[in-house]
């Protein structure tokens, strides 16, 4: 078992910048892929960026060049860099572990972006 928390949501004015914290607990060295998500006003939720257990990255075309993903396996957190926010990048943003076949998903923290 994995458990996710999410914490560093806020509101924020369009070019600014946030960090959200994924800390991970339980059976941490079985997970393989980290993800954020997203989900925002009527939308479906989708996935903005991937770290893999040996660091290689991915992200959504969307915020290609203004996030970034990284790690700390010292505090098992992974981190989201947010920077030129924009309006439309408000959404609930969810955390998710996969692990031998698994998925495990956080509770959420919410990003508002004011224009």
């Known amino acids: 078992q994995v458990q996710v928390v999410e914490s560093g949501g806020g509101l924020v004015q369009a070019g600014g910048s946030l960090r959200l914290s994924c800390t991970a607990s339980?059976?941490?060295?079985?997970?393989?892929?980290m993800r954020w998500y997203r989900q925002g006003p009527g939308k479906q939720r989708e996935s903005v960026a991937t770290i893999d257990s040996g660091g290689i990255t991915n992200y959504a075309d969307c915020v290609k060049g203004r996030f970034t993903i990284s790690r700390d396996n010292a505090k098992n957190t992974v981190y989201l860099q947010m920077n030129s926010l924009k309006p439309e990048d408000t959404a609930v943003y969810y955390c998710?572990?996969?692990?031998?076949?698994?998925?495990?998903w956080g509770q959420g923290t919410q990003v508002t972006v004011s224009s």
């Open positions: 998710n572990a996969i692990s031998r076949g698994y998925s495990f």
């Open positions: 339980g059976s941490i060295f079985s997970i393989n892929l």
